[in-house]
């Protein structure tokens, strides 16, 4: 019997065939798929980690190195504060529980991992997968400390894969460079702990009052609970006072973890959660608790330490002892806080770095900021200004005060010393060698009464700079564009003639506009020199030279600028004098202070150009910034600008050498040549002086000095009513002049080409006639080749005198013989 085929069978057979085919050829494609897709991913991985940052050792140990201030010569002067204080030490001075609280909660196989905690990483990807799909995404938790130090050191704080893999792979470097012990010193001597604590020896200190190696372990693992969120757990902060659960329940989880790791026992972790949890506890039950420590005291159970202690933790839980930790301070005061100010601004114009960068590298990056500071001459200049026998100036200050009595406000008189500010600056170089703010410098944060910027704040002085802008923004301009020579007929006239009443009504003077401007003592010389009005500081002719520039306000205030002065402004950033425009520019007034005018290092550095061939060159603070390696990260080179020509500059710096002879010499203390101008701003009537300068240029130095104060209240002769001259600033300015000189070579400011000498008459400014002679109008000065007088004096008129002719004697005939002449004898002789 022939059996027919099991076809149904068969059918199955090769069903399961193609099936188990169809499965095969899948999971050979899904392997391929996955290889390739590894593969891929490897590549995209290790493309991001060769992106990633060399570890620099020296940058990474860094954290524990605050960034400092040199001088000139290289020495340390200073330590850079910043927000966040921090008081480097070594680990074994920590204390166990410090680093056991720290290991537990952030990092509890950091003694056995390589770099990277894989476990904690794999988890926090898959949480962040899961994140992305629920919205909640979240990358934070899975870094080791030495990830985190990689982090704050050399990457950004984004939220990306890819700084992820970068700090993944150059933490795997750095532990291959690092001992764990030089990690976890770094690290803690780094992390923010919340206020303005950075290591946890700051935080030790500013929330117990202790060092980090005292803790006990509560306080431990609050600290260490902190660098979640270090402005959430901050103990001190609003919310946290009104309810400490959240830093408590921190804690407690530090504490969990501590027992979890084996730091701490069963029996103590339950110690420490019911000393916490005592914070928590119903209101009703605290107060029972408290009535009970009351009686244990009042019946002498417990001692008053311990009362007060038992009492602390039923309000917080933890017992605190807040601490300011923060010495704002620094060694010098006046010169550390403006070369801050002046590498960070350069940071972020020259380099790009946002705020925010700057300050994790001056906190971070171990910087060195090399100074222009010369440190003997800096202590010297601020112990002069700090002797009041060298200012001898003072001011009333008048304070309103309640009386008790009757309740009314009276005034109150309050007789004060004087402030004082100084600067010297190599104006070759543009370095600032000196630079006193004020004569005190034991209070952090004064006001630096020598120093301004536009980020510098509230701390940043501009003053009135009295006459000692004539130079800058009268004379310098005039001989520039060719108004004027140093034999320019000069008027020394108060504004009473006819046609100065149409000269006064279009600058717009306020006031009795007849006699505006005065001279200082009321007195006039009429006709007069360029060098005597500069040298005695004629306001009359500043104000007719001002005037004679033509477009005036314009021309002053464009080289007023080049000079480094700061002008008000509109919204709009143009300028604006207002009315006071003429006596802005001429007579050195100020709209507001410490939002326009001068200050000492402004016009040193102005100065300097009498000095340097006309050349204004930038002052600077610093030379160089280099970050822990050495490397050079910021270069600072002056700018220059040629303000006036050399022949210019030369012609004013003669002239004002005279002012040192004949109104301060005492500013000249050695047989160095030295030349200045004087300055005083005044308020109100010419009596209320209210700012005394002296500016002046050596073959070295340009150096400028102001007394003064800050409620622009008038100046005084010590014990008396009486007002103080500028003059009185050259006895201070003149030792630390002395100072800066020693043992330099004694020469003068190289006189340049093209200058020659001549006489003119100074009624007319032409060449001197017979009768200029006689009349004792003729000078002589200085000239720029070519503009010397052209054409003889027209004012004076020589006329030769008439001399009566000599009468002529009448003839005398001739004698001859035999003709006696006269008549004396006969003929005979007899």
């Not at 085929?5 to 399961?16: D, E, V, Y």
């Not at 499965?23 to 391929?32: A, D, H, N, S, Y």
Request: proline share 4%; aromatic share 10%; with cysteine.
């Amino acid at each position: 019997m022939v059996s027919k085929p099991n076809t149904r069978k068969n059918a199955k057979s090769n069903s399961f065939t193609y099936f188990a085919k169809f499965v095969k050829f899948f999971f050979i494609l899904f392997m391929i798929i996955t290889m390739a897709g590894s593969l891929y991913v490897a590549k995209i991985v290790l493309d991001i980690a060769e992106e990633a940052p060399e570890v620099s050792i020296n940058r990474f140990l860094s954290l524990n190195e605050p960034s400092i201030v040199l001088d000139d010569e290289g020495n340390q002067m200073d330590l850079i504060h910043t927000d966040e204080v921090r008081f480097p030490i070594a680990l074994e001075d920590m204390g166990q529980n410090i680093i056991d609280a720290f290991i537990s909660i952030e990092d509890e196989r950091f003694e056995k991992h390589k770099g990277v905690d894989y476990r904690r990483t794999i988890g926090v990807t898959l949480r962040d997968i899961i994140g992305q799909v629920t919205g909640n995404r979240d990358m934070q938790g899975g870094s080791t400390l030495t990830q985190q130090i990689i982090k704050n050191t050399f990457l950004t704080r984004e939220q990306k894969y890819e700084r992820k893999i970068k700090e993944i792979f150059m933490a795997l470097r750095a532990e291959k460079m690092l001992t764990k012990d030089q990690i976890l010193e770094t690290y803690l001597n780094s992390i923010f702990l919340g206020g303005r604590a950075n290591g946890v020896e700051a935080a030790a200190r500013q929330y117990f009052n202790k060092s980090s190696k005292d803790l006990t372990v509560i306080e431990a693992a609050y600290i260490a609970g902190t660098t979640q969120s270090p402005t959430n757990f901050y103990a001190f902060s609003q919310s946290s006072t009104a309810n400490p659960q959240k830093y408590i329940n921190r804690t407690q989880l530090v504490l969990n973890a501590m027992r979890d790791n084996k730091k701490i026992t069963e029996e103590e972790h339950a110690q420490y959660t019911e000393q916490l949890n005592s914070a928590l506890i119903d209101p009703d039950e605290k107060i029972a608790k408290g009535e009970e420590l009351r009686l244990k005291f009042e019946s002498g159970e417990i001692t008053e330490e311990e009362y007060n202690y038992q009492t602390d933790v039923l309000e917080t839980g933890i017992v605190f002892n807040q601490t300011s930790i923060v010495s704002d301070k620094y060694n010098y005061e006046y010169f550390t806080r403006p070369v801050l100010d002046q590498v960070k601004a350069d940071l972020k114009e020259v380099k790009g770095y946002t705020d925010e960068e700057i300050e994790q590298m001056i906190a971070y990056g171990g910087l060195v900021i090399h100074s222009t500071m010369d440190r003997d001459a800096q202590e010297y200049a601020q112990s002069v200004l700090s002797d009041f026998e060298n200012v001898k100036a003072e001011y009333v200050l008048v304070l309103e005060e309640e009386d008790k009595a009757t309740g009314t406000i009276v005034e109150k008189e309050d007789r004060r010393e004087a402030e004082a500010a100084f600067s010297a600056v190599d104006y070759k170089s543009g370095q600032v060698k000196v630079l006193v703010g004020g004569r005190d410098a034991s209070t952090p944060g004064t006001k630096n009464r020598s120093y301004y910027s536009d980020t510098f704040g509230v701390l940043g002085v501009l003053r009135g700079l009295g006459s000692a802008t004539k130079p800058l923004t009268v004379y310098g301009p005039a001989l520039e564009s060719g108004t004027i020579t140093l034999g320019y007929a000069a008027l020394d006239e108060q504004f009473k003639r006819p046609q100065d009443n149409a000269i006064l009504n279009s600058i717009n003077v306020p006031g009795n506009r007849t006699s505006y401007p005065n001279n200082v003592n009321f007195r006039y010389t009429g006709p007069t020199t360029i060098r005597k009005s500069l040298v005695n500081s004629y306001n009359t002719v500043a104000m007719r030279t001002l005037l004679g520039l033509g477009e005036y306000q314009s021309v002053a205030m464009s080289y007023g600028e080049k000079f480094g002065l700061v002008f008000p402004k509109n919204e709009d950033g143009s300028n604006n004098l207002g009315p006071v425009g003429p006596a802005y520019l001429s007579l050195g007034r100020n709209q507001q202070m410490d939002k326009d005018g001068a200050n000492p290092l402004i016009v040193s550095g102005a100065y300097g150009a009498f000095g340097n061939n006309g050349v204004v060159t930038e002052n600077i603070l610093y030379t160089k910034v280099t970050d822990a390696d050495g490397r050079i990260i910021l270069e600072k080179i002056p700018e220059s600008t040629q303000v006036l020509s050399a022949q210019n500059a030369y012609l004013l710096y003669d002239v004002m050498k005279d002012v040192v002879k004949n109104n301060v010499p005492s500013t000249r203390l050695t047989s160095m040549p030295l030349a200045g101008k004087t300055g005083t701003n005044t308020k109100g009537d010419q009596s209320d002086q209210i700012d005394l300068w002296f500016a002046g240029v050596s073959p070295y130095y340009s150096a400028t000095i102001w007394f003064g104060n800050d409620y622009n209240s008038r100046l005084l002769i010590p014990g008396t009513d009486r007002g103080i001259s500028s003059y009185s600033t050259q006895y201070a300015y003149g030792k630390i002049m002395a100072y800066l000189h020693e043992g330099l070579e004694v020469k003068d400011i190289a006189r340049p080409s093209g200058l020659t000498s001549a006489s003119f008459c100074f009624v007319s400014g032409g060449i001197p006639n017979e009768q200029c002679y006689i009349e004792n109008t003729v000078a002589s000065d200085l000239f720029v080749s070519g503009t010397q007088p052209k054409q003889v004096c027209t004012v004076h008129t020589y006329e030769p005198p008439v001399i009566d002719p000599i009468p002529e004697e009448p003839e005398t005939p001739a004698q001859t013989p035999g003709n006696p002449g006269n008549g004396n004898g006969n003929g005979n002789g007899n």
